[in-house]
């Protein structure tokens, strides 16, 4: 069996969302110590809901295939949906990652939390009324 599934593969080869956004309501950046990779969101959010995402991923093609697949994941859903996402879904949703590459799935869900508590301080926002 190949180590990585079509769909990480396409998602690191055509990354979605790719860049930064001017003016973005919130910016969440997360690294990990041991690989150094390092990723940013950038949200723009209306109404509770995240209108536009992009991303910067300085990191392995995991990181960059689960970065892109989050951006999918997120688009146009409410903040209340978006601060459930784990990186369990993001990982079915790339159809599996391999064990020693999980935790670049977890960068991701880092990032999108990180992203949502700087929009929270940002606007004086108690972060748990999305989580109710
Ligand atoms: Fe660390 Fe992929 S190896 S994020």
Known sequence: MAL???KVMEHFRHPRNV???????AIGE????????????????DDDKVS???????????AIA???MVTEMIKGKPLK???????????????????????CSVLAEEAIHAAIQDYCSKNNIDYGVYKK
């Open 4 to 6: 990585y599934s079509e």
């Open 19 to 25: 860049g930064s956004i001017e003016n973005a309501d």
């Open 30 to 45: 997360v690294g990990n110590g041991k690989c150094g990779d390092i990723m940013r969101m950038y949200l723009k959010i």
């Open 52 to 62: 536009d995402v992009k991303f910067e991923t300085f990191g392995c093609g995991s």
């Open 66 to 68: 689960s970065s892109s």
């Open 81 to 103: 949906e978006v601060v459930k996402l784990t990186n369990k879904a993001v990982t079915e949703a790339l159809d599996g990652l391999p064990t020693h590459k999980l935790h």
